[in-house]
């Protein structure tokens, strides 16, 4: 079935250094790659998203890469913060027109001081 | 608006007792899903609807219940609680458009099964 497998399970860097959180997916069809940041205590949110006919895209300080061949998606944020600090989760979309998203198990960022 | 909103924030049950998570989007999205939240598993989809009067399973159905008489309103039963259910559940609508699916998820329900 689908799955997406997310590593590491926790990230622990220095302020302004880089962080780097890989996924990959099992399902061929997926076409949609987005990622979430979830605050303590909080909903789980957009950050940045990709699709499969785009290798790469940036929003400021956040990056996200695409290998569709070897099924692996990476999320980049460089410069970190404190107020990055969360859990970040990466997902797959399931069979299209559905709005299905299959999430990995998600990274603690820790950005410290 | 509202967005997506999820009652009650907080519930105990105890084993064996049922109960309704109430779940209503105001942004006339299509799609609507429930997932899980457990400590390093990530979200787990529970399950899913497309459209009024269509609901599919996910992830980890087993123990729970959908239905989608509205665009607006996806609840979620569950229909004897047992202490593995323990967890945050997380509602979400959604909208596609040109390729793109995001979610926008509610406030979360933390239940405890004792």
């Known amino acids: 079935g689908e799955n997406v497998e997310q590593h590491p399970s926790t990230l622990s860097v220095q302020e302004g250094d880089s962080a780097v959180i890989k996924c990959t997916y099992s399902?061929?069809?997926?076409?949609?790659f987005p990622w979430y940041k979830q605050e303590l205590g909080k909903r789980p949110q957009l950050i940045i998203d990709?699709?499969?006919?785009?290798g790469e895209k940036k929003d400021q300080r956040i990056a996200v890469t695409l290998n569709k061949t070897a099924k692996h998606f990476s999320l980049h944020i460089t410069e970190t913060q404190p107020e990055d600090s969360a859990v970040y989760f990466c997902a797959a979309s399931g069979s299209s027109n559905t709005g299905k998203l299959i999430f990995g198990q998600g990274t603690t960022l820790q950005v410290k001081p | 608006n509202a967005g997506v909103t999820q009652t009650p924030k907080f519930q105990v049950l105890k084993t064996g007792q049922s109960m309704t998570l109430q779940c209503a989007q105001d942004m006339n999205h299509e799609y609507m899903s429930w997932y899980r939240q457990d400590p390093g598993m990530g979200l787990r989809l529970i399950h899913y609807?497309?459209?009024?009067?269509?609901?599919d399973q996910g992830e980890v159905p087993n123990g729970y219940n959908v239905s989608r008489s509205t665009t607006e309103d996806f609840p979620l039963r569950l229909l004897s609680a047992a202490p593995s259910q323990t967890s945050v559940y997380f509602c979400a609508s959604s909208y596609e458009m040109t390729g793109r699916t995001e979610a926008f998820f509610g406030q979360g329900t933390r239940l405890t099964v004792v």
């Open positions: 990709i699709r499969s006919n785009v």
């Open positions: 399902d061929s069809a997926s076409n949609y």
């Open positions: 609807s497309v459209g009024a009067g269509i609901t």
